[in-house]
Nanobody, 123 residues
Framework: QVQLVESGGGLVQAGGSLRLSCAAS????????MGWFRQARGKEREFVGA????????YYTPFVKGRFTISRDNAKNTVYLQMNSLKPEDTAVYYC????????????????WGQGTQVTVSS
């Protein structure tokens, strides 16, 4: 049974940094891409970025490119989302998810989801 567990959320001031972790278990993930999504209150879930386990190739949505970095640690089966230069509009619940699809931006393509972790950026 696949499990994804996020951690690392919290409260940070604008301009600060946070690193989210997503620990994966229950499968061999070499076939998967791991995505990060976020959902702000009252808004739809949106794609942040993704990384392929097999080769580390990353995808980013334009509004985080240059500020956020996704990486992975194969030995720990853990994916990270390093968030720098945070803005109040980055406030949301952040989710990691796993997919075998090449269409990593679509939430409907993901088979497994974590429970989410709250990130709050104060101005």
């Amino acid at each position: 049974q696949v499990q994804l567990v996020e951690s690392g959320g919290g409260l940070v001031q604008a301009g600060g940094s946070l690193r989210l972790s997503c620990a994966a278990s229950g499968s061999t993930f070499s076939r998967y891409a791991m995505g990060w999504f976020r959902q702000a209150r009252g808004k739809e879930r949106e794609f942040v970025g993704a990384i392929r386990w097999s080769d580390g190739y990353t995808y980013y949505t334009p509004f985080v490119k240059g500020r956020f970095t996704i990486s992975r640690d194969n030995a720990k089966n853990t994916v990270y989302l390093q968030m720098n230069s945070l803005k109040p509009e980055d406030t949301a619940v952040y989710y990691c998810a796993a997919t075998t699809s090449y269409e990593v931006a679509g939430a409907h393509n993901y088979d497994y989801w974590g429970q989410g972790t709250q990130v709050t950026v104060s101005s």
